[in-house]
């Protein structure tokens, strides 16, 4: 069955400092890899996924995650933290089999200090 | 184009009551999931449409829950009767039913509270 592990439960970042998100996952086979933000108050937004290709995607709002299949990690960066940013990020992971289900992780509150 | 929508935002219902939730999913989307957040853990999957027809119902915890889509369109999640451990805020998503396509798109999730 797969699995994430998000192993911080918050993280704290000051402006304009790089922010990293950490997620290692646990699948049969190879992966498809998401992550998602959750606003105050907001359902669940699509941010990137890894499908296949590049190891380094990018998505919405200057993010970014690397794939890392020796070390199964997906960790979600941004080179410059906004106060913005500050809300709920979850990792996520499939398997290329036939079910669509998605595996959460717990999630990581991030807080960005101005 | 809207997004996906879920009626009620929260609920609040006593121990042994009856609740249901509803889901309208992004038109044209074939797939639609629900998922549950107990305060503070993992999202869950619950199960899994294609149109009107179950997929996967593999993570419904019992069969106190019961979710339909007739007519392929919107869905339903009822709980009869309601215990406290079902408490928590209840997530629908959409995807399409396309080769290629792999987000799912999530409401905003409905909260409820059994007390």
């Known amino acids: 069955a797969q699995s994430v592990a998000q192993p911080e439960d918050q993280v704290n970042v000051a402006e304009g400092n790089p922010l990293t998100v950490k997620c290692t996952y646990s699948?049969?086979?190879?992966?498809?890899l998401f992550w998602y933000v959750q606003y105050p108050n907001r359902g669940l937004q699509f941010l990137l996924k890894y499908i296949t290709g590049d190891n380094l995607v990018k998505g919405s709002y200057g993010f970014e995650a690397e794939f890392n299949k020796s070390q199964t990690s997906f960790h979600l960066k941004k080179p410059s933290a906004l106060v913005s940013d500050s809300a709920l990020y979850f990792c996520?992971?499939?398997?290329?089999?036939?079910?669509?289900?998605?595996?959460f992780g717990k999630g990581n509150q991030v807080v960005v200090i101005p | 184009e809207a997004g996906v929508t879920q009626f009620p935002s929260h609920s609040v219902i006593e121990k042994g009551q009856t609740v249901t939730l509803r889901c309208d999913p992004i038109s044209g989307h074939d797939n639609l999931y629900w998922y549950r957040r107990v305060m503070g853990k993992e999202i869950k999957f619950l199960l899994h449409f294609v149109k009107e027809s179950k997929q996967d119902e593999s993570g419904m915890p019992n069969n106190r829950f019961l979710a339909e889509r007739t007519g392929g369109t919107y869905s339903t999640l009822k709980v009869q009767p309601a215990e406290l451990e079902d408490s928590g805020v209840y997530f629908c998503?959409?995807?399409?039913?396309?080769?290629?396509?792999?987000?799912?798109?999530f409401g905003p999730g409905t909260r409820l509270t059994v007390t």
């Open positions: 998503a959409s995807s399409q039913l396309l080769t290629g396509s792999y987000e799912q798109y």
């Open positions: 996520a992971v499939r398997d290329r089999g036939g079910n669509n289900r998605l595996a």
């Open positions: 699948v049969s086979g190879n992966p498809y």
